[in-house]
């Protein structure tokens, strides 16, 4: 399975947010701390333990492989996903996994052509049941690089959608200090009898992030309320 994702930057600039720690921060995943260490320690683990670099080409340790290449004056990042059975432990995850790529490359692209070396602060949420965000948010169902105007949780929000998948889509938010919120949402099936729901909002400059994080959890627990789980840093 490849994912493919296009930025309009030159092909160095898109490579070195895949190499240098400080950028990949301001992309990959959310902030937050564990018991087994935080975003850093992820990171650190995902693209630089047991990796290898070719050129503009990374392949990580579970053999996914990035693919960095000129394309129409930018750049393209072809993700590459290794084939199930290659780490039977992981097979379980494998969807979860294709959908955190999908998640994390568009918040690259969006780092890199919006937010270039700026510092993001980020709120997770996540959840499972049949409820999805993206429908009791009201979200327009118009293609990527369409404008939209909807109340986000009690906020009169603007922008673009910056990118829909299969279940996820992507909205930039001028509020936010021209922010991303990104959400997920995977129905109960076969495959995953609880479903999943995620949400990540990142936000940007001097945007009140207690009071963002406030409504979004109160908002959140009504609809997720055996399941919310909170990163906000």
């Keep these: 399975m490849k994912i493919v994702v296009t930025v309009a930057a030159p092909v160095e600039a898109v ?40 050129g503009t080409t990374l392949r990580i340790g579970n053999g996914d492989e990035f693919v960095v290449e000129p ?12 084939p199930m059975g290659a780490d039977p432990e992981w097979d379980a995850y494998y969807d979860d996994v294709t959908e955190g790529w999908i998640t994390f490359l568009h918040q690259l692209r969006f780092a890199v052509e919006r937010q270039p070396g700026e510092v993001r602060h980020t709120l997770f949420f996540s959840g499972s049941g049949p409820v999805s965000p993206i429908t009791e948010l009201r979200v327009p169902e118009q293609p990527a690089g369409m404008a939209y105007e909807l109340e986000l949780v009690g906020q009169e929000a603007k922008g673009e959608i910056w990118y829909r998948s299969e279940h996820q889509v992507g909205l930039t938010v001028d509020a936010w200090g021209n922010g991303l919120l990104v959400l997920s949402h995977i129905p109960p099936g076969d495959r995953k009898p609880d479903g999943a729901t995620m949400a990540i909002l990142s936000l940007y400059g ?27 840093q």
């Design 206 to 232: 001097d945007t009140d992030r207690d009071e963002v994080a406030a409504r979004w959890r109160a908002w959140w627990r009504e609809r997720y309320p055996e399941e919310l789980e909170m990163f906000e």
């Design 15 to 54: 490579w070195d947010a895949l190499r240098d720690k400080e950028k990949i921060r301001h992309w990959h995943g959310w902030e937050y701390d564990g018991p087994q260490g935080g975003l850093d320690e992820e990171i650190d683990l995902i693209y630089f333990k047991q990796t290898v670099e070719d």
């Design 71 to 82: 394309h129409e004056g930018g750049a393209r990042i072809t993700l590459t996903r290794a």
